[in-house]
């Protein structure tokens, strides 16, 4: 077995994400995520993507990345992390030790850039998954066994929006706010630059650059609450991926209100009638 950084050795993008479906049997990666995730990533590099090879065949493959470039007001603060964004064996490969050089090689070459600590999975807002599903029994005993621990529990909801309907008391809360002068709407493509800077001053840079990337999306969009121009909150559709829902917030000053559920059934609605029966909302805590 050798291994060689994607800089070295390159693969075909289409036979990359099929292998990574191969290898990862409990992850759906579509076209659209690993583009996502690979390509428009403003901070991978592909000397930290290795490649597993037996002879000419790909049997595993790490993608590594580190916060080089985006959100910048991460880079200082994360420069002594790198992540993972997964990890990936041949089903047939598994009993030899691939798993086991790929992550030495990796964790080699962190060590050696000055990182102290390696985070799998959660690399907002690049990331396939935010964790490793539990039901990967052979990667959580690996990464049990190199010292690995977890950080969070988190839960990806699968929705079936054929059961979805808006609930009166929703509608009363809606029909209260708009007396009180609350406004619901779509942001336009060109409000891009507005709801990223609120998202990231009132909740984080990853939710301002999610908002923007919903708003760059053929199926995607942003929802706002606003009063006399004032954005009191936002909720988030199509943005990582076009059957996602998120993030959602609603500025502290004024939760509680009912705000955030007007929010979350206008976004659930706009999927709904984009066709879209099964919607994901990920990464709740
Ligand atoms: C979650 C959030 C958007 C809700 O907004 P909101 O305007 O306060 O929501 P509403 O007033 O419509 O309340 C919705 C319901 O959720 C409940 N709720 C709100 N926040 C909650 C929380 N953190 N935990 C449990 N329940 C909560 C409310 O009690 C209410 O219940 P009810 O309908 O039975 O009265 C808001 O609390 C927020 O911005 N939180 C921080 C960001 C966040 O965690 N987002 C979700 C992950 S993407």
């Known amino acids: 077995m050798k291994i060689y950084p994607l800089s070295v050795k ?3 993008p289409e036979e990359f994400r099929m292998f990574l479906n191969r290898a ?3 992850d759906f990666i579509t076209k ?3 583009k996502r995730t690979l390509i428009d990533d403003p901070n991978l590099t592909d000397d930290l993507i290795l490649m597993a090879y037996e002879g000419n065949t790909l049997i595993g493959a790490l993608i ?3 916060r080089s470039k985006a959100p910048p007001e991460y880079v200082e603060k994360q420069k002594n992390v790198a992540w993972i964004k997964a990890l990936g064996i ?3 490969y598994r009993s030899d030790k691939v798993f086991e050089k790929l992550l030495e090689e ?3 070459q962190a060590k050696s850039d000055g990182k102290d600590t390696i985070r799998f999975s959660d690399f907002a807002s690049w990331h396939f998954f935010p964790g490793l599903d539990i039901r990967y029994e052979y990667y959580l005993q690996k990464f049990l066994k190199q010292g690995f621990t977890k950080s969070a529990d988190v839960v990806d909801y699968e929705v079936d929006l054929l059961f979805l309907y808006l609930p009166r008391t929703a509608e009363k809360r809606e029909e209260k706010l708009r007396e009180e002068g609350v406004v619901f709407r779509e942001l336009n493509a060109y409000e891009k630059e507005r709801i990223a800077a609120w998202a990231a001053e009132k909740f984080s840079p990853c939710w301002g650059i999610e908002a923007s990337m919903a708003l760059e999306e053929p199926e995607g969009g942003v929802w706002v609450a606003e009063k006399d121009g004032k954005i ?3 909720s988030v559709y199509g943005a990582t991926e076009p059957n996602w829902f998120g993030p959602i917030g609603v500025d502290s000053a004024v939760r509680g209100r ?3 559920t007007v929010l979350l059934y206008k976004s659930l609605e706009s999927l709904r009638v984009r066709g879209y029966r099964y919607i994901v909302i990920p990464w709740t805590g």
């Open 258 to 260: 009912g705000i955030g």
């Open 32 to 34: 659209h995520m690993f």
């Open 64 to 66: 590594g990345v580190y």
């Open 232 to 234: 009191l909150g936002f």
């Open 10 to 12: 390159a693969v075909e």
């Open 90 to 92: 041949h089903p047939k």
């Open 106 to 108: 990796f964790i080699d």
């Open 24 to 26: 990862l049997e409990r």
